[in-house]
């Protein structure tokens, strides 16, 4: 009898044991699916910071799961907290995850954010030579390594996008771009222009096409073009930023207000680059307060916002402060080393104290991005005769400014220098460096 009870009460322990974990078990499994549930409904709705502490939630209940850290990744990504994006991936690999597409493309999607384009085009790389890549994403590259300086490069990633789609009209933007950046002008104009013709509501051609029209002092074109857009197009952030920047170079600083007073209603991810935007329109009018404001804004959101960090550095300058304003242009160029307002306030102070190196790398920089303005170009050209180093550049410069005007004083200037430099070192037997 006391076998019996011994046994009925062990089987009655392990029954309650069992159901205590199956039960414990079933109450995971449902906290879980209601985490991710409120995840997904909160990125779907634009709640990026409630779809992190959901995310975060999920963790919790199953910390052993790579997915959850990912997805929690991809929530801080739409946040714009790349930094904290890269340290869940690192989680997730940590935890099993072996996805090696998804990890370098959202590794590389941080990186670009985060204006580390060396980082982001090396992932890339190595996912275009394993064939990963879609045409999309070969044409991205392609761009990225055009701006880097990469045209070789970048003319291999723009070949496989063309085996895949030959005859689409976005391979064609992206050649025209990487013909922009190395210096083929006439060609590029003449490729986009027949791009726009066949699409005319292609947007990154018309995006293009803008740049160059800003590029070469022709604001109110560029402005023109980016009308011609759909009104979805319009709203693009990129698009809302390059249409701020035409109607700045016309000093219409109170449509580009309006404009980005706008754009800033509606949420997403771009908040910290329209508020920075918004902060150089209102220093280009003159309310300092209010732009150290809205900078303040800009780098609450993102402590690395270039254009934020710049304004502030500019409206130091203003104030007479010269040293914190080269602080901030030298922070600003840090955080983007293609923001061309950095470049050109640490050229502009560089040649203001005789640094001309420092200048000239500036102004290089500028010229590589083909942003550099006619008095960049002759600014740099006159440092090239100045140091003797690089005499026929300074001649290709000033024949490219005369070849769009020849009445150039300018540019005449420097080709008189650049030849009587060059003649000079020819005759004494120096060698006259080049490109």
């Known amino acids: 009898m006391k076998r019996w009870a011994s046994g009925v009460l062990l089987l009655w322990v392990a029954t309650s044991c069992k159901d205590g974990k199956t039960l414990e078990a079933e ?13 997904r409904s909160a990125m779907a709705q634009g709640d990026f910071a409630w779809a992190i502490d959901a995310f975060k939630s999920a963790i919790a209940v199953r910390p052993e799961e790579a997915e959850n850290y990912l997805l929690l990744a991809e929530a801080y990504m739409a946040a714009g907290k790349m930094a904290l994006a890269l340290l869940s991936i690192q989680e997730g690999e940590d935890h099993g995850a072996r996805d090696t597409y998804r990890l370098k493309r959202m590794r590389a999607d941080c990186h670009l954010s985060l204006r580390e384009p060396a980082k982001a085009i090396s992932l890339l790389l190595s996912l275009r030579d394993a064939e990963l890549l879609s045409e999309p994403e070969l044409l991205q590259l392609a761009g990225l390594q055009a701006v880097q300086g990469d045209t070789n490069g970048a003319y291999k990633s723009l070949e496989k996008a063309q085996l895949k789609k030959p005859s689409d009209p976005a ?20 490729l986009i222009d027949k791009v726009i013709a066949e699409n005319p509501e292609l947007a990154e051609a018309r995006l293009l096409r803008a740049r160059y029209f800003l ?3 022709a604001p109110d074109k560029a402005e023109l073009d980016l009308n011609q857009l759909g009104f979805e197009a319009a709203k693009r952030p990129e698009v809302v930023d390059l249409k701020a920047v035409a109607l700045h170079r016309q000093k219409k600083y109170g449509e580009a207000a309006k404009l980005l007073d706008a754009a800033l209603l509606q949420p997403g991810p771009g908040q910290a680059d329209m508020l920075a935007r918004l902060a ?14 809205l900078v303040g804004k800009a780098l609450a959101l993102n402590p690395r916002q270039a254009l934020a960090l710049w304004v502030r550095g500019r409206a130091a300058q203003l104030e007479g402060d010269e040293r914190t304003a080269e602080e901030n242009f030298t922070f600003a160029q840090r955080a983007d080393p ?19 190196m420092q200048a000239m790398q500036a102004l290089e920089r500028l ?3 083909n942003e550099a ?21 300074a001649q290709q410069l000033a024949a490219e400014l005369l070849k769009r005007d020849p009445n150039d004083a300018g540019a005449k200037a ?10 000079s070192k020819q005759s004494s037997g120096l060698q006259v460096i080049g490109r």
Not at 31 to 36: E, F, M, N, R
Not at 338 to 356: F, I, N, T, W, Y
Not at 414 to 423: E, N, S
């Open 171 to 190: 391979v064609k933007v992206v050649e025209a771009r990487v013909l922009f950046l190395s210096g083929e002008e006439a060609v590029a104009a003449d």
């Open 27 to 39: 109450k995971k499994a449902q906290q879980l699916t209601v985490a991710l549930s409120t995840a």
């Open 280 to 293: 150089e329109t209102r220093l280009y009018q003159g309310d300092l307060g209010e732009a150290a404001v």
């Open 367 to 369: 010229l590589s991005l």
């Open 373 to 393: 303005t006619r008095q960049q170009r002759l600014a740099l050209a006159h440092i090239y005769i100045d140091t003797a180093s690089n005499v026929p550049r």
């Open 215 to 217: 590029n070469n002092g």
């Open 338 to 356: 293609l923001l061309g307002q950095a470049l050109s306030s640490v050229a502009e102070l560089a040649l203001k104290d005789g640094r001309k």
């Open 414 to 423: 420097v080709k008189q220098r650049a030849d009587k430099l060059g003649k």
